[in-house]
Every structure is written in C-alpha cells, then in structure tokens.
C-alpha cells in the first residue's frame, strides 16, 4: 500500500499560469480532502469530496477548483496562479463510510508551491 | 465556528522528561472530536492521538496522552519520557462529532527535544 501519494512533490509557477495536483489513495476511501499550510497559519480547508463525482468548498476555497472522477483520485487546478498561492498542499483520505468524527484522516507528503 | 488555539510557539524539553503541549478549543457543538498530529522536518502529517468530546477517559496512545478537560475547553498533549525522535510540529484540530468530519487545524508547537 502506498497510502496518500502526491505529484508532483515541488513546483515553481510564474503568476497566471496554470497547473494541477493529483492526489492518489489506494485505501478505498470515500473522502478526500485538499488543505494549504502556511507559515505560523496550520492546515486550511481548500476543498473536499465525499465521495467519486462530488465536491465541495472548505474554508478558503478561492482560487482552486477541484475534480473527483475517479474515487481513488482528488486534483487540484489552479488555473490563474498568484503568489498568494504560494504554499506547502496537502492530500488527506479517510475512509468515511461510518461519518465518524473518529475517521483518522492519512495525508499524503506534501507538494511545495511557490508563485513568482 | 469552531477554533483552535495553540499558545507556545515552541517548547523545550530534555530527553526522557515528560512535556506538555497546549490546546484550547471553542465550539458550540456539543458533539465534537479532538486530534493531535505531528509533523517532522520531513513534512508528513502523523496521527497521534484522538479524543471524543463524550469519552469520560483521557485517550491514551503509547507515550501520548490528551489531558482533556471539557470544563475549560482544553486538549492538552503530553508526552512521556520524550525521546529525540519527538521533535516536530505539534498541530491540535478539531472536528463536528457527527457528520463529515472538516479539521480545524490550531497554529501549530515546535518541540525540540535536546539530550
């Protein structure tokens, strides 16, 4: 098993261009999340998805937009970047079949982002 | 809305001495759940340990414990006898106990665990 992967693990975008993030879970897991961690600022909700074709706006959703079209894979676009978009991105997967506030969420590695 | 508030930006602590990290929370919710997670240089987010805000016992995992005191709002994390291993980011969250569940993240400890 390999968990939470992300690709790609590092990227340097100039401001309006436009990329993607995939993430992968090879746990069968209904939910799939998307945060942004920034310096002195913990993880953010970006976005999520319970389950293959849904998604759903977090806590700052502006910016990214998000596809769930396969279950075991969640992207993340951004189709106009800016430096404030600058941040470390992480994956995260639960299983979510129970709705448990008990459901550990597994984070994948990380994608460093930064805009010039 | 729920938040986290972690006031140490860093703590200290010797080899194989026991250390507190704090967490205070707010919500209205009355049903809610209460994590930690660390994460090392290497960035990784790890589950350590969790809490309902129904469990009348302090969760326990190995060396970690969640001193939880409903009362005050708080979610203390302590490790016992740290070890070198255990310098990281500390981050405490929180979820809705019922429903899907949407982390809160606090701002995050850094431990540093010197011999």
């Known amino acids: 098993n390999a968990g939470v992967t992300q690709t790609p693990k590092f990227r340097v975008l100039k401001t309006g261009q436009s990329m993607t993030l995939l993430c992968a879970q090879d746990?069968?897991?209904?939910?799939m999340y998307w945060y942004r961690q920034d310096p002195g600022m913990g993880l953010r909700l970006i976005h999520y998805s319970v389950g293959e074709g849904t998604t759903a706006k977090g806590e700052v959703p502006d910016g990214y937009n998000v596809s769930r079209l396969k279950k075991q894979n969640f992207l993340l676009g951004l189709e106009s970047a800016a430096p404030s978009q600058t941040s470390v991105y992480f994956c995260a997967s639960s299983y979510g079949g129970l709705g448990l506030s008990t459901d550990e969420q597994f984070f994948g590695p990380g994608t460093r982002l930064t805009v010039l | 809305a729920q938040k986290i508030t972690q006031t140490q930006p860093g703590m200290f602590v010797q080899e194989k001495e026991a250390v507190t990290l704090d967490c205070t929370y707010d919500?209205?919710?009355?049903?809610?759940?209460l994590f930690w997670y660390k994460q090392p240089s290497s960035g990784e987010m790890i589950f350590l340990i969790y809490q309902g805000s129904y469990d009348e016992q302090n969760a326990t995992e190995g060396r970690y414990s969640l001193n939880f005191q409903k009362a005050r709002k708080s979610a203390n994390l302590v490790i016992s006898a740290s070890q070198l291993g255990d310098s990281a980011m500390y981050f405490c969250a929180m979820s809705p106990g019922t429903g899907f569940q949407k982390l809160v993240f606090g701002t995050g400890t850094r431990l540093l665990v010197s011999p």
């Open positions: 919500t209205s919710d009355q049903s809610y759940g």
């Open positions: 746990m069968n897991h209904e939910y």
